[in-house]
Every structure is written in C-alpha cells, then in structure tokens.
C-alpha cells in the first residue's frame, strides 16, 4: 500500500522541525550556561534568541512540505484521477443522487427505459397539465441523445489509435450508456416541474420550456465533448489518463513546426501524440508491462 509510506514520510516530516528546534534551543542553552549563567536565565535568553516557536514552525511547515494542506496531496489523487473507473463511478453516483431520493423513481426509470427504441411508444395526451401525469415526452431526448450516441461512435470509430482496441470500445460503452441513462433521468426529472400544472402566465411557462430545452441541449453538447476529450487523454491499452504532457511546435505553424502534444501512458504501454492533424499512439512493444 502507498498511502501508509506517504503518511509517516509526512509525519515524520513534521517531526523533524520538532527535533531541529530541540537540537538548536539546547545548543543555545548549552552555550549560555557555559558563560556561566544560571539553567533558567540561560533557557531565558536562548528562547529570546531563538524567536517564536511558532512562526519557525510554521514556515518550516511550509518548506518542508508539511502542512495540514500538504496532507491532500498525500492522498492517490493522481491514480484515482486516472483511473479508468472514475469516469464511469462518477456518472453512476450522480444518477443515483438524481433517481434514488425521488419520490417518482419508478416513473423516471419507466420514461428513461421509453428511449429503447423496440419499446411501444407511449403517448402524452396533453402537455400542460402533463396528462397523464407519469407520462414525460420524451421525443426531444430521444433523438438528441441517440443523435449524440452515434455521433460518439462514430468519432471513436474514426479515430486510428482507437482501431483494434478493444478496451477502449468497452470503456465507450461503460461510459456513454450510464451518460444516456444519466441525461434520460434528468430530463424526466426536470421537466415534470415546469409541465405538471399550468401557471398563471403562459408566456411565462412557455418561456421556462424553451429555455430549459436549450439548456439541456447545451448540457448535452457539452457533456458528449467533454467524455470524448476524456476518452483521447486515455491510455487504448490499460484505459489510464495519460501524463507528462510536453508541448512541441507553435500553434501560428500548420505544416512546418505544428502544435503537438506529446504524452506517456505512465504504465510504460506507449507515447500519444496529439497534434492539428493526428492522433496516434505509439505502442512500447519493447518491454512486457503488465496491463
Ligand atoms: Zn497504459
């Protein structure tokens, strides 16, 4: 296990400021009680000398990287931030968040499941009132998010350092399926609020459903790119966030010395290369790291 080394390394850090201070105050003493001074008068003046315990302390603290706050880096941030379960256990937490304290889950889980698209289509009489009242409509999501999806796959599939890797097809699915699920859910959790009953002003409310449609679709954008620059920053062979980014070449040169990004898989699997015109991913077959 790391975090236990790293802990008594940053607890014997400061420790170590304890036992500098000791050495030097006795020292200090030491040399006054040789000028004939009294144990007390000595330890007196050393401390006068010597100055505040505590504003040593603290900027001993600080270079020895040591404080309270220095204990979060003790943590495995790095290897939970790259692991390739994060993404997936994120999602999944923030739709249980969503679903799980609604007192209608079962009907947000019936309107999520209406996206399958060998389902029979259910239909809303009426929009407001939402009639009947469990029933979402739910064809603005559907195309959008199965829009998005095949968008998705197909911008993988397109993606040269992603062929033949299979890991990175499963991680896809791992992830873009829980994202459906998670965006269905939260459009039949939402919306229900702004169509289960008419308000007084229906400029008001019609106001409130375009934008709440614009804003979902602006999500939606945002979070289908933010999963697929998620998915290019992975190792295609252990699913790791790259690391050790180094950047090459000016961003004003297209042909001549263009942009690249250069990262590594710190697992040893291979070198990434991003660049205006690519993306590939030198696999190391030098050496037979463990996946
Ligand atoms: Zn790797």
């Keep these: 296990m790391k975090l236990p080394r790293e802990l008594s390394e940053w607890l014997s850090r400061r420790r170590r400021f304890r036992e500098e201070w000791d050495f030097h105050r006795e020292m200090a003493i030491a040399e006054f009680e040789a000028l004939g001074l009294s144990r007390t008068e000595a330890t007196r003046l050393a401390e006068r000398r010597l100055g505040s315990y505590f504003a040593h302390r603290r900027s001993a603290l600080r270079q ?47 309107n999520t499941a209406s996206l399958l698209p060998f389902l029979p289509n259910r239909h809303v009489d009426r929009f407001v009132p939402l009639t009947p009242s469990n029933l979402v409509p739910m064809a603005f999501p559907d195309v959008m998010l199965w829009g998005l999806t095949l968008i998705g796959l197909a911008r993988v599939a397109a993606t040269p350092k992603f062929r033949r890797q299979w890991r990175i097809w499963a991680f896809t699915a791992a992830t873009l399926v ?114």
Aim: with cysteine.
């Design 178 to 291: 829980p994202l459906v699920v998670l965006s269905a859910a939260l459009w039949t959790t939402a919306l229900p609020l702004l169509m289960k009953d008419r308000w007084h002003s229906d400029a008001l409310q019609g106001l409130a459903l375009v934008t709440f449609c614009f804003a979902y679709s602006g999500w939606a954008f945002l979070v289908f790119k933010v999963w697929y620059r998620d998915l290019l920053s992975r190792c295609p062979i252990c699913l790791r966030r790259l690391g050790m980014a180094e950047l090459r070449g000016n961003s004003a040169d297209l042909l001549i010395a263009p942009l690249e990004r250069e990262t590594i898989c710190l697992y040893g699997h291979g070198v990434n290369l991003e660049s205006h015109w690519s993306q590939t991913f030198e696999v190391d077959r030098s050496t037979k790291w463990p996946a």
């Design 64 to 110: 020895l990287r040591a404080q309270i706050t220095d204990l979060l880096d003790v943590l495995p941030w790095c290897r939970i931030r790259s692991s390739a379960l994060l993404v997936p256990a994120i999602v999944l937490l923030t739709l249980a968040a969503i679903v799980l304290p609604n007192p209608h889950r079962l009907e947000v889980l019936a």
